[in-house]
């Protein structure tokens, strides 16, 4: 048996969910701004309640791992690893980017038809950004770029690509005129993938080290034009 609890607080979002063998319990979230450190413990204490497990009860910590907000991440994982640490449990983590993608892939219809591009907001018009294929692999790794009118314009003449995230709205001006470039509005990262993504390491034991296990912040990288891999 396996109790799982995620967590996701990479941007303004502050969301758990709890698994149980497998299966989702259940979830809680808010969207208020600067509201993670002050309530993300008594939102995890409440739904651990709701659904009649204790806290001694879980298996492992999963955590959204970037990028994302600096301060946002470091509240996520200084609360899993403090949960992990006390409960000597495993600490599992999942990027926050797959988590998005993972809520469009399983509602896209025929998805091995289209490329996948899960974008965050970071300042100005940077975004973090990556491309996947509807097997969930990466097709352009986890990278921050400055958006401009040729981002993925040769991969948008092969194959049609879904732009979501906080980020996509900044692209969507740019790429208005191109019917391969598709826009889904409305997705926010949440705990339920990142929990759902990480059963699947929970059972391969693909755990991180509690005590060296930092968040992949991005943010001492600064890009003046768009990253030559994502302009293909």
Do not use: W
């Amino acid at each position: 048996m396996s109790l799982l609890l995620a967590l996701e607080t990479s941007t303004t979002v502050c969301s758990v969910a709890l698994y149980k063998d497998g299966q989702l319990l259940g979830a809680s979230e808010l969207q208020i701004e600067k509201s993670h450190s002050s309530h993300i413990t008594v939102m995890i204490s409440q739904l651990l309640e709701n659904c009649g497990q204790a806290l001694h009860e879980l298996s492992a910590v999963a955590v959204s791992g970037g990028p994302g907000s600096y301060t946002g991440l470091r509240i996520g994982s200084s609360t899993a690893k403090g949960l992990c640490y006390s409960l000597d449990i495993p600490l599992l983590e999942v990027s926050t980017l797959h988590g998005l993608a993972a809520q469009v892939i399983s509602k896209t219809p025929n998805p091995e038809r289209y490329l996948f591009c899960p974008m965050l907001d970071a300042r100005r018009m940077e975004v973090y950004t990556c491309l996947l294929n509807y097997k969930m692999e990466e097709v352009e790794p986890v990278t921050p770029v400055v958006l401009d009118g040729k981002f993925l314009e040769e991969r948008l003449a092969q194959q049609p690509i879904i732009f979501f995230g906080s980020g996509a709205a900044k692209l969507k001006p740019l790429k208005q005129s191109i019917d391969q470039a598709l826009f889904i509005e409305d997705v926010v990262p949440s705990a339920k993938p990142i929990g759902k993504l990480a059963l699947a390491k929970y059972e391969q034991q693909a755990f991180e080290d509690v005590a060296y296990y930092e968040p992949f912040y991005l943010k001492d990288v600064y890009i003046t034009s768009g990253s030559k891999n994502l302009t293909k």
